[in-house]
Structure formats: C-alpha cells, structure tokens
C-alpha cells in the first residue's frame, strides 16, 4: 500500500531542489507525495536559517504537525513520522530533540540521503533519530539516478557550500565547505531530466559561480566551462545560473552571456551593500566600484541582460549616509528584480557579537521602506519597457482564469497569456500588451496561434 509523504518546504531553490531527491528517495519505499498534511504516514520539515523569521516558522509548524499526529492517532487512522531537514536541523538539531520531543527523525542537507536507514531506525522504535554529519562522501554519490525532476524547468544542484564567510550569513556553517560536484554527473543528471521533458535548467549553487568540479580530462571546469558543455546536450532550451558571488564573476563567465546562446540573459548577483565601510564589515571583499564595474563587463557582452539582486539594510553600525550608498548603487545599476532583508543576527556568526552596534528595528523597517520603494518603482519600470516588444516565453502551466497560461520570459518574469493548455512546455512569441508590477500580460504572436489547432 503506498503510504503519503508530506514535505513542506522553506528558505531557497537548493532546499527546494533537495526536497525532490528526498521524495526521490522514499519513493521506493512506498511514499508518494501529497500535499494534505493531516493524514500523511510523513511529515518531513525542509527548514531555512538564514534570517529569525524563516528559523521560528520551524516550530510553530511542528506543533501544528503534532496536533495533526494527534488527531490521527485519537481516530485510530495510523501514526505520522514527523522529520525536520535542513538548515534548521543542521544548526539546532540537538535543541529540537529537546523542545519537540515527538519529532522522530532530525537531519541536515547533507546527510538526507541516508533517510532509509534512519527511517528504519525510528520505526524501530530506537528512539529519536540525528544526524548533522558532514559525510566526507558527498550525498551526491548515493542519490538514486532513476528518479529525477519532472518539471519543464528544474533545478539541478551542481555546487553547494560556502568558504567566503561574509560576517552575517549562517550558510558556511549549515551546508559546510564548498563542494563542487564533478562534471559528469552533472552531464547525467541533466540528460536524465531531458529525456523526462525539461526544456530549462538552472543550476544551483550557494556559490555557484565559485564551480570547480572534476572534468572529463581529469582537471576541474569553471562554471563557464560547465555552462559550454550543457549548452551543448540536445533539447536544452534554457539555461540559468544562481547564485553567484561578484568575486567569482570571472572574464569567461561574463563572456558565456555573450556566447551561449541558451544562456538566460537574466543574473541574480547579490552585493548586499552600498557603502565599501559595511561592504568590508560584511566581510563580502570587495568594493562598491567593483561591483559597478563588473556589470559594466557584463553589460557590454550583453546590453540586454537584466540584473537582480539582494540587499541587507541595518548591518551592525550601518549609518544614514552608509544606507544612502546603497540606494546610489541601486538607482545606478537599475534591478530588474531584487530581494531586501532587515538584518537579523545569526547565532554563530561573527556579526551578530557586534552588539554595540545593532541598529533599532523601526530604523530598519524605515530604511527597508525606502529601499523597496525603488526597487518596486525599477522593476516595475523594467517590466513597462517591455510593452508592444516581442519575448519569448516557456509556457509553463495554466493559470487560474479559464483559457489563461502562465509562462517565464527570458528575464525570469512571469507572463499571462490566452492560449490552450496543449501548448505547455512550448516556447511561444508573445507581444507585450501590459507590463505591471510582478508580471506580464500579452497576447500569442500570430504565427503562433496559426499553428495551434
Ligand atoms: N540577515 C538578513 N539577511 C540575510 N541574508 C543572509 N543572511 C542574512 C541575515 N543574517 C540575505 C542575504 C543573502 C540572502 C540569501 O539572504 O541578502 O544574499
Ligand atoms: Fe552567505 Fe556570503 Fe556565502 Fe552568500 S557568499 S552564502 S551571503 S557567506
């Protein structure tokens, strides 16, 4: 009898991408997933660290998973494996055992492929299940090669770790050092998910453009070396990389924007700050200027490219003129998109011991205010630009209106159109009706909708 696995999932792409080996991984024993949680046989939490906010929601929905297990066992309905994954589990594992009790099992990013074994050893009845290792083996190694992503755009991790410690990122410490995964079994796992229907890739990485995975001739590839090599598999249409640091933004990589034509011209490039004092404070080794040169580079491989970013206002110590700098290099890169943040201390790293110097809240939410209201203003210019233009879009699922698809242009906008739904997976011309704030209205080119019946 299958039995229904439930997987909540937080935080990033890379959890995201983890979730599905984890559901590829009980699957053959017996889970199938679903997204009822009150009569799962298990439960699993994919947690995030990276701010408070995304950390709290770990326990919150642990006592709504309890009371469900509860339910179910009053009903007489079986029992429910409750599981908590990821970043959370990686750093607070112990401490969850302690505040959740009935948890069954608690493991970290890079010990999820040993699920079947702790599974086994807490329905045994051993009693709690840990497991924060950092396997000197890589996960990777022992991933089932049979079950792979199903989706028309799929995420395939490629590298995963950090060793630039900026001062404020908990990452270093829940994924570990980085690791880059060799080159053919990146080129298998891909041709895997083409031979199942993918048309886009995007290739993960907490520093993903820092990739030094082992090659076919027994060197390491850069990331633009790697990108070279998928762009060469047949039935790729779309590929995309995120996310990287400006330091690794090497000379060839910028170049592949320019020659690889299956290279989405759409780049998630965080620099955080404005102000080369907090930048250094940040740990993040580099300057403003630096960063606006690198888009300049890359802006002259590929005029179109479009940037996104992140941004944390309030870092320990930051002042007005500080946070000033940062809104200077937002109106002078222009984002087609971006991610802001308050800061929020992390236990363990060394901004967070800076207590002197922590900035109020309300002159954090003040500055976030200010900030978003450029990047809202800039974004929602860059998606007008597009009105009366043609773009193509991968047509992904239906939307919610009757007769309505929803697809992503190249600069990773959403894009409503009319259309049937036999057209998904298809890249289709659009003209560009109305541009708004987090999307795109158009309609199907002509050509395209002649071809349809
Ligand atoms: N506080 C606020 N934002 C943070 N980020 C990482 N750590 C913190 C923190 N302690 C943001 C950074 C990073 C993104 C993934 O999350 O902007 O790029
Ligand atoms: Fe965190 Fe900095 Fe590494 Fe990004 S580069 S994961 S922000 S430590």
Request: some cysteine; glycine content about 6%; proline content about 5%.
């Amino acid at each position: 009898m299958t039995k229904k696995l439930y997987i909540s999932t937080y935080g990033c792409q890379m959890n995201v991408y983890d979730s599905a080996r984890m559901a590829d991984i009980l699957s053959p024993l017996g889970y199938a997933l679903t997204n009822q949680p009150n009569n799962a046989d298990m439960a699993i939490l994919n947690t995030c660290h990276i701010r408070e906010k995304a950390s709290e929601k770990t326990f919150s929905e642990l006592g709504r998973l309890r009371n469900m297990r509860k339910a179910k066992q009053t009903e007489n309905d079986g029992d429910m494996i409750i599981a908590v994954a990821g970043c959370v589990a990686q750093a607070e594992g112990a401490e969850i055992m302690k505040r959740a009790p009935y948890v069954d099992m608690v493991f970290g990013p890079q010990s999820y492929h040993k699920l079947p074994e702790m599974l086994a050893e807490a329905t045994r009845g051993a009693g709690q299940v840990l497991d924060t290792d950092f396997p000197v083996e890589p996960k990777f190694d022992y991933l089932p090669d049979d079950a792979i992503d199903k989706n028309l755009s799929a995420f395939l991790t490629v590298q995963e770790g950090c060793d630039k410690f900026c001062a404020f990122c908990v990452v270093p410490y829940t994924r570990g050092a980085e690791f880059s995964r060799p080159v053919s079994s990146i080129l298998a796992e891909a041709k895997r998910m083409l031979a199942a229907g993918t048309k886009e890739i995007t290739l993960l990485g907490q520093n993903v453009n820092a990739y030094h995975g082992l090659g076919p001739s027994g060197k390491p590839l850069s990331l633009a070396e790697l990108i070279q090599e998928l762009a060469s598999l047949d039935g790729l249409e779309r590929l995309r990389y995120t996310t990287s640091h400006p330091l690794e933004m090497t000379e060839d990589l910028c170049r592949a924007h320019r020659d690889v034509d299956i290279l989405m011209p759409y780049l998630h490039l965080p620099v955080q700050a404005g102000s080369d004092r907090i930048l250094e404070a940040m740990n993040r080794r580099h300057t403003a200027d630096q960063y606006r040169r690198i888009v300049e580079k890359l802006r002259e491989y590929n005029p179109d490219l479009a940037l996104s970013g992140d941004f944390i206002v309030g870092f320990p110590g930051e002042t007005d003129a500080e946070f000033q700098d940062t809104m200077q290099l937002v109106r002078d890169v222009k984002y087609a998109q971006a991610y802001s943040f308050k800061y929020s201390p992390r236990p363990g790293t060394p901004a967070a011991a800076l207590e002197g110097q922590m900035i109020a809240e309300d002159i954090k939410s003040e500055r976030l205010a200010e900030l978003q209201a450029l990047l809202n203003e800039q974004q929602l210019a860059f998606n007008r630009s597009f009105e009366g233009k043609e773009i193509d879009i991968l047509l992904e699922r239906e939307g919610k209106k009757d007769g309505q698809l929803i697809g992503r242009s190249p600069f990773m906008q959403s894009v409503f159109v009319q259309s049937p739904p036999h057209r998904i997976g298809r890249i289709a011309t659009v003209i560009v009706e109305e541009g708004n704030a987090n999307s795109l209205r158009g309609k199907l080119k002509s050509g395209d909708v002649a071809d349809a019946a």
